[in-house]
Protein backbone atom coordinates (compact mmCIF):
# COMPACT_ATOMS: atom_id res chain seq x y z
CA UNK A 1 0.00 0.00 0.00
CA UNK A 2 1.17 3.24 -0.40
CA UNK A 3 0.50 4.44 2.99
CA UNK A 4 3.36 2.75 3.71
CA UNK A 5 6.12 4.33 1.44
CA UNK A 6 7.49 7.45 2.93
CA UNK A 7 6.94 10.78 1.10
CA UNK A 8 5.65 12.34 -2.70
CA UNK A 9 1.84 12.53 -1.77
CA UNK A 10 1.42 14.04 -4.80
CA UNK A 11 2.58 11.21 -6.51
CA UNK A 12 0.64 8.66 -4.60
CA UNK A 13 -2.29 10.62 -5.27
CA UNK A 14 -1.51 10.44 -8.90
CA UNK A 15 -1.22 6.75 -9.18
CA UNK A 16 -4.44 5.83 -6.79
CA UNK A 17 -6.18 7.81 -9.86
CA UNK A 18 -4.46 5.48 -12.13
CA UNK A 19 -5.02 3.09 -10.20
CA UNK A 20 -8.56 3.11 -9.87
CA UNK A 21 -9.32 4.25 -13.33
CA UNK A 22 -8.04 1.17 -14.72
CA UNK A 23 -6.02 3.36 -16.74
CA UNK A 24 -2.23 2.36 -16.22
CA UNK A 25 -0.17 3.47 -19.05
CA UNK A 26 1.85 0.86 -20.79
CA UNK A 27 5.11 2.88 -20.20
CA UNK A 28 5.59 5.21 -17.21
CA UNK A 29 9.06 6.80 -16.54
CA UNK A 30 9.89 7.57 -13.32
CA UNK A 31 12.38 10.18 -12.61
CA UNK A 32 13.84 11.93 -9.12
CA UNK A 33 17.12 11.68 -7.16
CA UNK A 34 18.45 8.28 -6.18
CA UNK A 35 16.78 7.01 -3.23
CA UNK A 36 13.47 8.58 -3.07
CA UNK A 37 12.09 5.51 -3.52
CA UNK A 38 11.34 5.19 -7.18
CA UNK A 39 11.60 1.37 -7.12
CA UNK A 40 9.17 0.94 -4.12
CA UNK A 41 6.71 3.23 -6.42
CA UNK A 42 7.44 1.15 -8.97
CA UNK A 43 7.11 -2.14 -7.05
CA UNK A 44 3.86 -0.85 -5.45
CA UNK A 45 2.25 -0.61 -8.67
CA UNK A 46 3.11 -3.99 -10.07
CA UNK A 47 1.29 -5.61 -6.73
CA UNK A 48 -1.20 -3.32 -6.96
CA UNK A 49 -1.78 -4.58 -10.63
CA UNK A 50 -1.26 -8.62 -9.75
CA UNK A 51 -3.10 -8.09 -5.60
CA UNK A 52 -5.33 -11.49 -4.88
CA UNK A 53 -6.75 -9.29 -2.46
CA UNK A 54 -6.63 -5.73 -3.44
CA UNK A 55 -8.19 -2.63 -1.10
CA UNK A 56 -9.75 -0.31 -2.95
CA UNK A 57 -7.43 0.30 -5.97
CA UNK A 58 -4.22 -0.80 -4.09
CA UNK A 59 -2.60 -3.98 -3.15
CA UNK A 60 -2.73 -5.58 0.29
CA UNK A 61 0.75 -5.88 0.55
CA UNK A 62 0.33 -8.92 2.83
CA UNK A 63 -1.11 -11.94 -0.18
CA UNK A 64 1.39 -14.27 -0.88
CA UNK A 65 1.16 -12.95 -4.11
CA UNK A 66 2.44 -9.61 -2.94
CA UNK A 67 4.85 -10.93 -0.74
CA UNK A 68 6.49 -12.87 -3.88
CA UNK A 69 6.63 -9.66 -5.73
CA UNK A 70 8.43 -8.46 -2.89
CA UNK A 71 11.59 -11.11 -3.47
CA UNK A 72 14.06 -10.21 -6.31
CA UNK A 73 16.33 -13.24 -7.31
CA UNK A 74 19.41 -11.50 -7.31
CA UNK A 75 22.43 -12.88 -9.13
CA UNK A 76 24.76 -14.43 -6.50
CA UNK A 77 28.11 -13.57 -8.01
CA UNK A 78 29.37 -10.42 -9.47
CA UNK A 79 29.91 -11.78 -12.67
CA UNK A 80 28.17 -9.06 -15.71
CA UNK A 81 27.28 -12.42 -17.28
CA UNK A 82 24.81 -13.05 -14.60
CA UNK A 83 23.18 -9.89 -14.54
CA UNK A 84 22.43 -9.82 -18.40
CA UNK A 85 19.17 -10.78 -18.36
CA UNK A 86 15.54 -10.21 -16.84
CA UNK A 87 15.72 -10.48 -13.05
CA UNK A 88 13.10 -11.92 -11.92
CA UNK A 89 11.06 -11.46 -8.69
CA UNK A 90 9.59 -14.65 -7.12
CA UNK A 91 6.62 -14.41 -8.89
CA UNK A 92 6.85 -14.75 -12.69
CA UNK A 93 5.07 -11.98 -14.02
CA UNK A 94 7.08 -9.22 -12.17
CA UNK A 95 11.16 -8.29 -13.23
CA UNK A 96 13.44 -6.11 -13.51
CA UNK A 97 17.00 -5.59 -15.68
CA UNK A 98 19.59 -3.82 -14.48
CA UNK A 99 23.33 -2.59 -15.89
CA UNK A 100 25.63 -4.95 -16.09
CA UNK A 101 28.67 -2.37 -15.94
CA UNK A 102 27.84 0.98 -17.34
CA UNK A 103 25.26 0.44 -20.20
CA UNK A 104 22.03 -1.27 -20.45
CA UNK A 105 22.53 -3.50 -23.38
CA UNK A 106 20.15 -4.56 -26.56
CA UNK A 107 20.02 -8.14 -25.42
CA UNK A 108 17.94 -7.12 -22.35
CA UNK A 109 15.73 -4.87 -23.87
CA UNK A 110 14.95 -8.17 -26.57
CA UNK A 111 14.67 -9.73 -23.55
CA UNK A 112 11.94 -7.70 -22.30
CA UNK A 113 10.17 -7.31 -25.60
CA UNK A 114 9.97 -11.19 -25.66
CA UNK A 115 8.90 -11.52 -22.42
CA UNK A 116 5.91 -8.17 -22.55
CA UNK A 117 4.20 -10.49 -25.54
CA UNK A 118 3.64 -13.26 -22.91
CA UNK A 119 0.59 -13.45 -21.16
CA UNK A 120 0.80 -13.35 -17.61
CA UNK A 121 1.73 -16.32 -16.20
CA UNK A 122 -0.26 -16.46 -12.96
CA UNK A 123 -1.71 -12.55 -12.35
CA UNK A 124 -3.15 -9.76 -14.17
CA UNK A 125 -0.35 -8.17 -15.70
CA UNK A 126 3.39 -8.45 -16.43
CA UNK A 127 5.51 -5.52 -15.30
CA UNK A 128 9.13 -4.45 -16.28
CA UNK A 129 11.40 -1.93 -14.59
CA UNK A 130 14.53 -1.08 -16.06
CA UNK A 131 16.79 0.60 -13.62
CA UNK A 132 19.03 3.28 -14.45
CA UNK A 133 17.22 3.78 -17.55
CA UNK A 134 19.41 6.70 -18.18
CA UNK A 135 21.94 3.77 -19.47
CA UNK A 136 20.69 3.16 -22.11
CA UNK A 137 22.55 3.62 -25.57
CA UNK A 138 21.31 4.73 -28.42
CA UNK A 139 21.52 0.55 -29.66
CA UNK A 140 19.56 -0.75 -26.39
CA UNK A 141 17.04 2.54 -26.85
CA UNK A 142 16.19 1.89 -29.89
CA UNK A 143 15.40 -2.19 -29.18
CA UNK A 144 13.20 -0.48 -26.79
CA UNK A 145 11.45 1.82 -28.69
CA UNK A 146 9.22 -0.62 -30.64
CA UNK A 147 8.29 -2.00 -26.91
CA UNK A 148 7.19 0.94 -26.00
CA UNK A 149 5.24 2.48 -28.65
CA UNK A 150 2.62 -0.74 -28.96
CA UNK A 151 2.42 -1.90 -25.44
CA UNK A 152 0.51 -5.11 -25.10
CA UNK A 153 -2.51 -4.51 -22.95
CA UNK A 154 -1.48 -6.78 -20.12
CA UNK A 155 2.05 -5.29 -19.87
CA UNK A 156 3.60 -2.40 -18.36
CA UNK A 157 7.25 -0.76 -18.43
CA UNK A 158 8.83 1.30 -15.69
CA UNK A 159 11.44 3.18 -16.36
CA UNK A 160 13.75 4.18 -13.51
CA UNK A 161 16.08 7.33 -13.54
CA UNK A 162 17.85 10.02 -11.76
CA UNK A 163 18.68 11.77 -15.20
CA UNK A 164 16.26 11.50 -17.39
CA UNK A 165 17.91 13.79 -19.96
CA UNK A 166 20.15 11.52 -21.12
CA UNK A 167 17.20 9.61 -22.33
CA UNK A 168 16.63 9.63 -25.95
CA UNK A 169 13.55 12.28 -26.78
CA UNK A 170 12.04 9.30 -28.55
CA UNK A 171 11.87 6.98 -25.93
CA UNK A 172 11.03 10.53 -22.97
CA UNK A 173 8.05 10.76 -25.65
CA UNK A 174 6.52 7.41 -25.25
CA UNK A 175 6.47 7.76 -21.69
CA UNK A 176 4.19 9.14 -19.14
CA UNK A 177 6.80 11.02 -16.69
CA UNK A 178 6.41 11.31 -12.88
CA UNK A 179 8.46 12.99 -11.18
CA UNK A 180 9.53 12.03 -7.81
CA UNK A 181 10.70 15.05 -5.26
CA UNK A 182 13.06 15.32 -2.60
CA UNK A 183 12.03 14.13 0.55
CA UNK A 184 12.13 16.48 2.98
CA UNK A 185 14.28 16.63 6.44
CA UNK A 186 10.97 15.62 8.76
CA UNK A 187 9.93 12.83 6.34
CA UNK A 188 13.56 11.44 6.26
CA UNK A 189 13.73 11.41 10.18
CA UNK A 190 10.52 9.49 10.58
CA UNK A 191 10.89 6.95 8.31
CA UNK A 192 14.66 6.28 9.91
CA UNK A 193 12.82 6.06 13.64
CA UNK A 194 9.80 4.41 12.25
CA UNK A 195 12.24 1.49 10.85
CA UNK A 196 14.80 1.53 13.24
CA UNK A 197 17.48 2.39 11.12
CA UNK A 198 18.68 5.29 13.54
CA UNK A 199 19.18 6.14 17.15
CA UNK A 200 17.06 9.24 18.12
CA UNK A 201 19.80 11.09 18.55
CA UNK A 202 21.54 10.54 15.29
CA UNK A 203 17.90 10.58 12.75
CA UNK A 204 18.07 14.26 12.95
CA UNK A 205 21.80 14.93 11.52
CA UNK A 206 21.14 11.81 9.43
CA UNK A 207 18.41 12.67 7.60
CA UNK A 208 19.92 16.09 7.39
CA UNK A 209 22.73 14.78 5.40
CA UNK A 210 20.21 12.61 3.15
CA UNK A 211 19.88 15.48 1.39
CA UNK A 212 16.47 14.85 0.42
CA UNK A 213 17.39 10.49 -0.23
CA UNK A 214 16.55 8.22 2.25
CA UNK A 215 19.70 5.90 0.70
CA UNK A 216 21.88 8.63 1.45
CA UNK A 217 21.24 9.30 4.83
CA UNK A 218 21.87 6.02 5.53
CA UNK A 219 25.30 6.07 4.19
CA UNK A 220 26.42 9.18 4.17
CA UNK A 221 29.10 10.39 6.56
CA UNK A 222 27.84 13.21 8.68
CA UNK A 223 31.15 15.41 8.64
CA UNK A 224 32.09 14.87 5.01
CA UNK A 225 28.40 16.10 4.39
CA UNK A 226 28.99 19.48 6.56
CA UNK A 227 31.66 20.08 5.15
CA UNK A 228 30.52 19.62 1.16
CA UNK A 229 27.67 21.53 1.97
CA UNK A 230 29.66 25.01 4.10
CA UNK A 231 31.23 25.19 0.76
CA UNK A 232 28.25 25.00 -1.71
CA UNK A 233 26.36 28.14 0.82
CA UNK A 234 29.37 29.86 0.25
CA UNK A 235 29.36 29.34 -3.80
CA UNK A 236 25.20 30.62 -3.36
CA UNK A 237 26.35 33.64 -1.19
CA UNK A 238 29.03 34.88 -3.36
CA UNK A 239 26.57 34.58 -6.59
CA UNK A 240 23.32 36.12 -4.48
CA UNK A 241 25.07 38.39 -2.16
CA UNK A 242 28.27 39.50 -2.19
CA UNK A 243 29.07 39.05 -6.15
CA UNK A 244 32.40 38.05 -5.31
CA UNK A 245 34.04 36.67 -8.44
CA UNK A 246 37.23 35.34 -7.60
CA UNK A 247 35.70 33.71 -4.40
CA UNK A 248 33.96 31.89 -6.44
CA UNK A 249 36.72 30.46 -8.05
CA UNK A 250 38.74 29.60 -5.18
CA UNK A 251 35.96 27.69 -4.45
CA UNK A 252 35.95 26.08 -7.59
CA UNK A 253 39.40 25.26 -7.40
CA UNK A 254 38.99 23.63 -4.05
CA UNK A 255 36.09 21.66 -4.91
CA UNK A 256 37.88 20.03 -7.69
CA UNK A 257 41.26 18.95 -5.54
CA UNK A 258 41.62 15.55 -5.49
CA UNK A 259 40.83 14.74 -1.89
CA UNK A 260 37.21 15.71 -2.99
CA UNK A 261 37.09 13.72 -6.50
CA UNK A 262 34.15 11.36 -5.04
CA UNK A 263 32.36 14.14 -3.96
CA UNK A 264 31.77 16.82 -6.57
CA UNK A 265 28.81 15.39 -8.39
CA UNK A 266 26.89 15.39 -4.54
CA UNK A 267 28.30 19.18 -4.27
CA UNK A 268 26.70 20.28 -7.44
CA UNK A 269 23.06 17.95 -5.74
CA UNK A 270 23.84 20.06 -2.19
CA UNK A 271 24.38 23.34 -4.46
CA UNK A 272 21.04 22.28 -6.65
CA UNK A 273 19.26 21.86 -2.81
CA UNK A 274 19.98 25.09 -1.37
CA UNK A 275 19.47 27.03 -4.21
CA UNK A 276 15.89 25.16 -4.10
CA UNK A 277 15.04 26.11 -0.28
CA UNK A 278 16.31 29.87 -0.83
CA UNK A 279 14.13 30.09 -3.89
CA UNK A 280 10.84 27.90 -1.76
CA UNK A 281 12.04 30.34 1.37
CA UNK A 282 11.83 33.93 -1.27
CA UNK A 283 7.96 32.43 -1.82
CA UNK A 284 7.25 33.00 1.34
CA UNK A 285 7.08 28.72 2.04
CA UNK A 286 7.53 27.74 5.26
CA UNK A 287 10.85 26.55 7.04
CA UNK A 288 9.56 22.87 7.96
CA UNK A 289 9.78 22.67 3.96
CA UNK A 290 13.06 23.04 3.09
CA UNK A 291 15.84 20.45 3.21
CA UNK A 292 18.39 22.44 5.21
CA UNK A 293 16.44 24.03 7.59
CA UNK A 294 19.12 23.96 10.28
CA UNK A 295 21.12 26.44 8.21
CA UNK A 296 17.45 28.32 8.05
CA UNK A 297 19.45 31.71 9.31
CA UNK A 298 21.94 31.87 6.18
CA UNK A 299 19.42 31.28 3.73
CA UNK A 300 17.03 33.31 4.92
CA UNK A 301 19.41 36.48 3.99
CA UNK A 302 19.86 34.71 0.32
CA UNK A 303 16.13 34.27 -0.69
CA UNK A 304 16.08 37.80 0.16
CA UNK A 305 18.60 38.74 -2.74
CA UNK A 306 17.48 35.89 -4.83
CA UNK A 307 14.92 36.38 -7.86
CA UNK A 308 13.00 33.03 -9.57
CA UNK A 309 14.38 33.73 -12.81
CA UNK A 310 17.93 33.56 -11.96
CA UNK A 311 17.21 30.64 -9.96
CA UNK A 312 15.96 28.35 -12.11
CA UNK A 313 18.48 29.47 -14.64
CA UNK A 314 20.87 28.52 -11.84
CA UNK A 315 19.51 24.90 -11.71
CA UNK A 316 19.16 24.44 -15.19
CA UNK A 317 23.10 25.19 -15.83
CA UNK A 318 23.70 23.05 -13.12
CA UNK A 319 21.64 20.45 -14.51
CA UNK A 320 23.67 20.61 -17.88
CA UNK A 321 26.89 20.36 -16.07
CA UNK A 322 25.71 17.21 -14.63
CA UNK A 323 24.62 15.47 -17.59
CA UNK A 324 28.20 16.36 -18.89
CA UNK A 325 30.11 14.30 -16.49
CA UNK A 326 29.51 11.50 -18.18
CA UNK A 327 31.55 12.20 -20.95
CA UNK A 328 34.45 12.70 -18.82
CA UNK A 329 35.22 16.65 -19.05
CA UNK A 330 37.83 18.57 -17.78
CA UNK A 331 36.30 19.21 -14.50
CA UNK A 332 38.20 22.13 -13.40
CA UNK A 333 37.35 24.41 -15.97
CA UNK A 334 34.20 23.64 -16.61
CA UNK A 335 33.17 24.51 -12.89
CA UNK A 336 34.96 27.75 -13.49
CA UNK A 337 32.69 28.35 -16.68
CA UNK A 338 30.07 27.27 -14.58
CA UNK A 339 29.98 29.54 -11.50
CA UNK A 340 31.49 32.55 -13.97
CA UNK A 341 27.82 31.85 -15.88
CA UNK A 342 25.59 31.35 -13.17
CA UNK A 343 27.21 34.49 -11.65
CA UNK A 344 26.23 36.75 -14.96
CA UNK A 345 22.57 35.12 -15.04
Known sequence: MFDQLTGNERVKQLLRRMLGSGRVPGALLFTGEDGVGKKLFALEIAKALNCRAPQGAEACGKCPTCVRMSRFNFPQSEDSDDWKKIIWTDHGDVGMVVAPKRLLLVDQMRDIEREANFRPFEGKARVFLVDDADKLNDQSANALLKTLEEP???SHIILISSRPAMLLPT???????IRFSPLTTAEIEQHLLKNKLATPAEARPRARAGNGSIGRALTGDLESFKERRDAMLQVLTAL???GDHSRLLRLAEEMNEAKHKDEYEFG???LETLIRDALMLSFGVGSGQV???DVLPQLQKISERIDSRSATSWISQIEELREQLVVNINRKPATDALFLSMAQS
Open 152 to 154: PPT
Open 291 to 293: INE
Open 171 to 177: IRSRCQA
Open 268 to 270: LEL
Open 240 to 242: AIT
